[in-house]
């Protein structure tokens, strides 16, 4: 009989108090049957569980994350791109800081592009039209050399590299 009564008492041990219901280990997954409990997870991400209302929030909400995972990867791609790009092309006379204090840049009269008296005269369509056509001085000598290999977007990139360059 003492045996009974621990048994009983060990039984009740594993009831909710609150609701009366068993106790089980794993929660909602040992209740429902795991396999069960794993496609209903699986159907909540896809589309299964919950109201239609309640799937279309998830899609938006998992379709907006997306999009801004896929922006951030593709803004700093392009950064990167631009980057290399200004290493391949400018660089040379501009110097990695923009500054212009190479010895090309200083023969050529490179501007300092960190100087923000600078940055605010030089307008974003003087500065793709420079890269695109290139620059020349008043007598017609060749000082910058258009960038012909460079798509729109590179060029677009490299005027957004180059605005970085500001104090």
């Given amino acids: 009989m003492l045996m009974q009564h621990k048994s009983s008492e060990s039984r009740d ?4 108090p609150a609701t009366g219901r068993a106790r089980t280990p794993g929660g909602n997954a040992a209740r429902v049957g795991k396999p069960q409990w794993a496609a209903c997870q699986a159907k909540r991400l896809t589309s299964g569980c919950g109201t239609d209302e309640q799937k279309n929030m998830r899609m938006k909400k998992l379709l907006t994350l ?7 990867g593709a803004l700093s791609a392009k950064a990167a791109d631009a980057k290399a790009l200004y290493e391949e092309n400018c660089q040379k006379c ?3 800081d923009g500054k212009g204090e190479t010895k090309m840049g200083k023969k050529m009269g490179a501007k300092d592009y960190t100087d923000a008296k600078v940055q605010a005269e030089l307008k ?3 500065a793709t ?4 056509e290139g620059l020349k001085d008043k007598e ?4 910058m050399k258009p960038a012909e290999s460079l798509s729109d977007g590179d060029i677009k990139g490299l005027v957004a590299y180059m605005r970085g360059f500001k104090k």
């Fill in 13 to 16: 041990s594993r009831r909710d």
């Fill in 66 to 72: 997306l999009i801004a995972i896929l922006s951030v």
């Fill in 94 to 96: 501009h110097g990695a």
């Fill in 124 to 126: 974003d369509d003087a």
């Fill in 129 to 132: 039209k420079a890269i695109k």
């Fill in 140 to 143: 017609g000598k060749v000082i």
